[in-house]
């Protein structure tokens, strides 16, 4: 902030008190839990909206004469406020600028005052103990205006900027369901057509895929075996895996899929299980061991920055063990937006483990994990998703047989490698734009901070 010596003649600096009057509203505040959704009066309160929510009652109104700013005290959020309004009750003061003193200035100097962030405490003595300049009226006006007109340009460009994100998503939607309606891969099956398998090859090339792993779990399953007689058979005896079904196409068609594609559940491609159940005996047990919840799975994202142990036995181990590629999906009973997001588990922990809510999908040597993550988070994959959580009581909920039963196109294992290699090209380039994106939605932001510090330094008057 300029020093009092570098003030242009006019300008000065003054207490709070010179600048501000505090209007009262002990007997004019309503509850947050009073908020109505909609009603005759907005309620003005601390919170990020600017308008928290409405009130009926009339006797609550804050009739003001000229424009007033609200200050959030827990927030440090200012709001300029010209109509009546209710004042929310938790944390606000009304400050109405003296006589000689520009509404829409004092707002603006507010904007620019950096007050210490204290968290949630109060902050509304901190701003007491500030100056404030006071400038000649006409300056005031001036600098208003320079100060809108430059917030105008910013907001034209931060409203670029968020078309531009918004194109990039959708054009993320494009690509996904371009991979999965066939668009995506059409010139290289044209190039490839003699080599398109027909569905009953494609049934052999899964079925074989499944006996190669179920191979494998039973040399696993005799290791297991031997360690547990080692220990003295402590607890369970490892259980033998059971044998696989039959690959078995869904005859039922979904959507008009390319040559070469058809449609399979999602258990004749992947190994389905549950995970651990949180429970207080597991309190008790000895050994406790790093694990995954729902708060760790998002949209083709881990979040590891917090992870919990829990109690676990020496026969939960094998079934709850977390790979490389597999796939988690949130079983969850909340939102329809939320529920089914699936990410793909890097090993980045080794070993982890995973709660029961979150849905593991081992997929078979014949599916790329990748490949079946893509399409469950595509506008398809999503769609199916939804349908198989939806239910009678309202709520929105997946199961291991729900997941299990998920219709899933499926083929060729070359054509599924030429589709997530494009993707991770298409989609990387998209990461890479959305992040310089936020990076100068972050500086258009820092950049009004930079035209009030101009503004209120001298620099801005003309």
């Known amino acids: 902030m300029t020093t009092e010596q570098q003030l242009p003649e006019g300008w000065e600096y003054a207490p709070f008190n010179m600048f501000f009057n505090v209007v009262s509203i002990s007997d004019k505040k309503i509850s947050q839990k009073e908020y109505l959704d909609n009603g005759k009066y907005p309620v003005i309160d601390q919170g990020n909206l600017f308008i928290g929510g409405y009130s009926n009652d009339e006797s609550l109104i804050l009739k003001i004469s000229s424009p007033v700013i609200v200050f959030g005290d827990h927030t440090k959020c200012f709001k300029y406020v010209s109509f009546p309004f209710v004042a929310g009750a938790d944390g606000i003061k009304v400050l109405e600028p003296k006589n000689g003193i520009y509404p829409k200035y004092a707002y603006y100097y507010c904007l620019s005052i950096d007050l210490t962030d204290r968290g949630y405490s109060r902050h509304f003595a901190f701003l007491k103990k500030c100056q404030f300049l006071i400038v000649p009226l006409e300056t005031q006006q001036a600098i208003v205006n320079k100060i809108e007109s430059l917030f ?61 792993h179920h191979a494998q779990q039973l040399a696993d399953c005799q290791t297991a075996v031997s360690q547990w007689e080692q220990n003295g058979k402590e607890g369970k005896k490892p259980s033998k895996p059971k044998a696989p079904t039959q690959a078995v196409k869904f005859e039922e068609n979904f959507a008009d899929l390319p040559r070469g594609w058809f449609n399979f559940s999602l258990d004749t491609l992947a190994e389905i299980s549950g995970g651990l159940t949180k429970n207080a005996k597991r309190g008790s047990f000895k050994e406790k061991v790093p694990y995954l919840r729902v708060a760790n799975v998002y949209a083709n994202e881990l979040k590891l920055d917090e992870i919990a142990t829990i109690g676990i036995q020496e ?36 070993p982890c483990y995973h709660q029961n809510h979150l849905i593991k999908a081992r997929c078979y040597p014949f599916v790329l994990p990748k490949f079946a993550l893509y399409f469950l988070i595509s506008p398809m994959g999503r769609e199916r998703i939804i349908n198989v959580a939806s239910s009678t009581t309202g709520l929105h909920t997946l199961s291991l047989t729900k997941v299990a039963n998920l219709i899933i196109p499926v083929c060729s294992l070359a054509e599924q490698t030429q589709i997530v290699a494009i993707l991770e090209s298409k989609l990387t380039a998209c990461d890479q734009l959305a992040a310089e994106l ?25």
């Open 152 to 212: 105008a340009e910013i907001d034209a460009g931060i409203d670029s900027l968020k078309t531009a994100a918004q194109q990039i998503q959708q054009y993320r939607q494009s690509l996904l369901k371009n991979a999965f309606n066939g668009e995506l891969t059409k010139e290289w099956r044209s190039k490839h057509a003699d080599t398109l398998p027909s569905a009953n090859e494609l049934l052999a090339q899964i079925q074989t895929a499944r006996e190669q």
């Open 315 to 350: 026969n939960e181990k094998a079934r709850t063990l977390l790979q490389t590629n597999d796939l988690l999906i949130v079983e969850g009973n909340g939102s329809i937006e939320q529920i089914g997001r699936v990410a793909i588990w890097n090993n980045t922990i080794n």
């Open 438 to 462: 936020s990076k100068q939605l972050k500086q258009a932001a820092l950049l009004k901070q930079a035209v009030l510090k101009a503004a209120f330094s001298g620099e801005l008057r003309e």
